[in-house]
DNA sequence: GAAACTAGTTTGTATTGCAAACTAGTTTTG
DNA sequence: CAAAACTAGTTTGCAATACAAACTAGTTTC
């Protein structure tokens, strides 16, 4: 038999805040880009306003982004911005689902 | 700008059965045992009794494990296994991980 | 200046995930 | 041999989500 229990806790383990497949696709999108914009990413993302909306509130208060509000003429726009923590977040949880990754798929 | 959209949809079509993290590290271990009893299961994954309890319940539901019900002795053992929907919802949500994680991390 | 639109937030609800409390029986002990 | 303690698991109650409908605040159009 081979060593499961090591995979068990780094299943376990996994960062929730990250784990959330909405959550992971804004992150997701944050890592590839300076700065995105709330209707952007609502679009590509697929989400409703408010459950977009309190999804980034989650990022933020988990310091994993920051949200830049400005005005385009005078409309309000939101963008956002992943911070290091996110992104160092990001990259931790990559590295989590690596390990629990069996090695192939059956060719 | 690369391609993040597809991805993208790949993470938000995860499977939730599945990717809740107790009901895959219970998978995990159901995909590499015949049969795997309800405490060793419990031991090997720390959760708490009822949460084991009502997890396998759902995973029974959707199709992805059986309950096996017997007796040692006098004793009441209840174990589970895979089933082939099981394995295959796990394969595929292996699949789904390993499009949505970037091609390798900083080397 | 009323109606319709933009950009987002708040509120309400239904679903979870979780462990404490419970059930049903078995073994041990006074 | 009955009370206490243990085994094996289920049900219940609660707190935290995730989600979208309804709302807020302002702007543009008619």
Redesign the interface.
């Known amino acids: ?2 060593t ?2 090591p ?2 806790h780094a ?2 383990d ?1 960062d ?1 805040i990250v ?1 959330e ?2 959550r ?2 804004i992150l ?2 944050l890592a ?1 880009a300076e700065a995105v914009e709330f209707l952007f990413l609502q679009r ?3 989400l409703s306003k408010g459950n977009l909306s309190s999804h980034t509130q989650k990022l933020e208060a988990a310091g994993f982004l920051e949200t830049l509000k400005a005005f385009r003429g005078r409309i309000p726009v939101t963008s956002f911005q992943i911070t290091e923590d996110g992104r160092a977040a990001l ?1 931790a949880y ?2 989590q ?2 390990a ?3 090695k192939e ?2 060719p």
Chains 1, 2 share one sequence.
């Open positions: 038999m081979s499961i229990k995979d068990l299943i376990l996994l929730r784990h497949p909405a992971l696709a997701t999108v590839a590509i993302t697929g990259h990559h590295k689902l690596r629990l990754l069996p798929g059956k």
